[in-house]
């Protein structure tokens, strides 16, 4: 069954502003990654965020992590044109392989 | 370093005809992924290499595809014969090490396969 899904599944916003994306899981994991995908390009290994962690930060990017919830969210700040892309949240646990969600698309516009 | 290759980019193809997707993973990497997103769903696992050995396989649709990796470089995906539910965006990926759960993917641009 699906794993990560990313809610919402499109995200317009004004340059400057904050985004925020959601991914919600079904199971038990050992990690969550997030990934960027630009138009036409291979996704992205943005962060990784272990099951014993809840907040991690890159640049202007928040991740935060409850696994009691079986959530996560990505916040972007002050953002730009350049992040406009689709992220995707992606699973991992032992040995399986990452499971990924459909996705978001977020535009910032200029 | 050159990143993870694929092609082509593209192809369109009618039903019934073969097709065969080309990876170059990254040099040095021995774990190598197939991943495929159909037009509005999540990018679903297709199967894992290790060097040239299949790791895991439980992802592959039906016996329609093949997937090798001779040599333990560069990868390919036949499809054989291709129907209307084939089509999609196919990505490889690969790391360096075999665990998965902690390791992060470098992907290509992935091949947008259209079958007509």
């Known amino acids: 069954s699906q794993q990560g899904e990313e809610d919402p599944q499109a995200l317009s916003i004004q340059e400057g502003e904050n985004a925020t994306m959601n991914c919600s899981y079904k199971?038990?994991?050992?990690?969550l990654q997030w990934y960027r995908q630009n138009s036409g390009r291979g996704l992205v290994h943005l962060i990784l965020?272990?099951?014993?962690?809840r907040e991690k930060h890159s640049g202007r990017l928040r991740v935060t992590l409850d696994t009691s919830k079986k959530s996560s969210s990505l916040l972007i700040t002050a953002s730009r044109a350049a992040d406009t892309a689709s992220y995707f949240c992606?699973?991992?646990?032992?040995?399986?392989?990452?499971?990924f969600g459909k996705g978001t698309r977020l535009s910032v516009i200029a | 370093e050159a990143g993870v290759t694929q092609f082509p980019s593209h192809s369109v193809i009618e039903k019934g005809q073969t097709v065969t997707l080309r990876c170059d993973p990254i040099s040095g990497h021995d774990n190598l992924y197939w991943y495929r997103r159909v037009m509005g769903k999540e990018i679903k696992f297709l199967l894992h290499f290790v060097k040239e050995s299949k790791q895991d396989e439980s992802g592959m649709p039906n016996n329609r595809f093949l997937a090798e990796r001779t040599g333990g470089t560069y990868s390919t995906l036949k499809v054989q014969p291709a129907e209307l539910e084939d089509s999609g965006v196919y990505f490889c990926a690969s790391s360096r090490t075999a665990n998965r759960a902690s390791e992060k993917l470098f992907f290509g641009s992935g091949t947008q396969l259209s079958v007509l």
């Open positions: 965020i272990r099951s014993n962690e």
């Open positions: 992606a699973t991992g646990k032992g040995n399986t392989p990452l499971v």
């Open positions: 199971t038990s994991i050992n990690n």
